[in-house]
């Protein structure tokens, strides 16, 4: 028998040793500074502060009336006010920007504020909502795809969904409608009274403007402090001149070329962008999406705190992207609103101005989801690859209308071409 020592052990090295057990998270903080670009500056911006806009004495679903209890309220239409349809009292919510102090402070704005009703939608938030009826016990559903109230089939309680559940149906802000439906029936008419020479056969037998319907849009309303910087080139004429004669005459010009660089820093109050992906889809061969726009713009100013009891009788949608998804919109929306800043500085150049770079960076932002009003009547043209989709929109609050209508292309061509002849045979005879 030996008494040497025995030699140690071999250090363990094979699988489920200590040694290829990774290191615990935060054992080795990451230098954001060694990361790559878009990744530091996510990881580097502060997490968004939050605005809460709930109601709380409204989370029960129902909107009493403040004088009697009733629960049967609507809207006065044409104005911002709602009416108790029991005792025809009559009072207005509070303006969400008097409420939460939203107009104020965009100089001073930093990182990305978000109100609780345009937080990020839960990929699994369910649609519907049901209440239990305090009057009768019933259970009241409210499937939030396609309305907002409804009404217990029991005892007539009337419920709204006001909580901000987080699928994308309950906003900060509504704006209420103030142009009524037979209003906005008899814009829609006159415009496309004035487009009936060239309008399609099948779409003048099929119109009917009655079938017009108010419905609420979904925004975020968004104040911003930004700066941008613009660099390129701009040209001034030095001289201009011709050369040759007859049909090889050209004419030339001189001009000097300058570097031209413009900083500018600007804020932006109640900006609108479209929070619906269907909706801000322009997709010019199969919808009309775009005519919205035309209608802009909406005095936001005067939105009202949320409350169900606006969209009794009217349709809605839902909000489906988030401030996230919206933020490269945004950037592209200031860029263009500091291409305007700068316009005016440039003036000088009068052989023109070519941009050849440009940033901008948003030093504060802050959201507000918002119901915005909009009559829309549509029409379907069929076609190859699902025809196109019509829209005539009339804003809620202003009258202002725009729309497409379907033409006949070859009613259009004929009118071109007379007309082409004409002033063709006015110029010959003048000659």
């Known amino acids: 028998m030996s008494n040497a020592t025995p030699p140690p052990p071999p ?3 094979g699988p489920g040793s200590p040694h290829d057990v990774p290191p615990a998270p935060g054992s080795f903080p990451i230098d954001p500074e060694t990361l790559p670009k878009p990744i530091r500056d996510e990881l580097l911006a502060p997490d968004p502060v939050a605005i809460d806009t709930a109601s709380a004495e409204l989370k029960d679903g129902q909107n009493h009336c403040p004088k009697c209890g009733a629960t049967d309220i609507k809207q006065r239409p044409g ?6 349809l029991y005792c025809r009292n009559e009072w207005t919510a509070a303006r969400v920007e008097e409420a939460f102090g939203l107009g104020e402070g965009i100089d001073d704005l930093e990182g990305t504020v978000v109100a609780s009703g345009a937080g990020d939608i839960s990929a699994d938030a369910s649609s519907l909502m049901t209440f239990k009826c305090t009057g009768c016990g019933a259970e009241v559903t409210v499937n939030t795809e396609n309305a907002m109230t409804a009404r217990c089939h029991w005892c007539r309680h009337v419920f709204g969904v006001n909580e901000q559940i987080a699928n994308g149906a309950v906003p900060d802000a509504v704006l209420p409608f103030h142009i009524k439906k037979d209003d906005a029936v008899a814009r829609i008419r006159q415009f496309v009274d004035k487009r009936q ?3 399609l056969k099948a779409f003048k037998e099929q119109f009917t403007p009655e079938n017009v319907v108010g419905v609420y849009m979904p925004y975020m309303i968004v104040d911003s402090k930004a700066s941008a910087d613009i660099v390129g080139e701009g040209e001034i004429e030095t001289r201009c001149y011709t050369k040759g004669s007859g049909d090889k005459k050209k004419t030339y010009y001189d001009a000097d070329i300058y570097q031209i660089e413009r900083h500018v820093d600007f804020t932006v109050d109640d900006l609108p962008m479209e929070s619906s992906a269907n909706r801000s889809d322009f997709n010019t061969r199969a919808n009309t999406n775009n005519i919205i726009n ?3 713009p909406f005095d936001t100013k ?3 705190k949320w409350n169900a009891s606006y969209l009794s009788g009217f349709s809605s949608e839902k909000r489906d992207l988030d401030v996230a998804q919206l933020m490269p919109r945004l950037e592209d929306q200031l860029l263009s609103i500091a291409r305007s800043q700068v316009h005016s500085s440039v003036n000088a150049y009068d052989r023109g101005v070519r941009w050849e770079e440009e940033g901008v960076e948003i030093h504060g932002s802050r959201w507000v989801a918002m119901y915005l009003p909009v009559w829309l009547y549509s029409y379907h043209q069929p076609g190859s690859n699902g025809g196109m989709l019509h829209y005539i929109a009339v ?19 004929l009118a071109a071409l007379t007309v082409g002849t004409i002033l063709e045979f006015i110029a010959l005879w003048i000659l």
């Open 79 to 84: 104005t911002d006010q709602l009416i108790c």
């Open 197 to 199: 020479m060239f309008a």
């Open 302 to 304: 005067n939105a009202i």
């Open 395 to 413: 804003n809620g609050r202003t009258g202002e209308t725009m729309g497409s209508v379907p033409i006949q292309q070859w009613k259009l061509l």
């Open 294 to 296: 035309t209608i802009l």
């Open 11 to 13: 250090p363990y090295t």
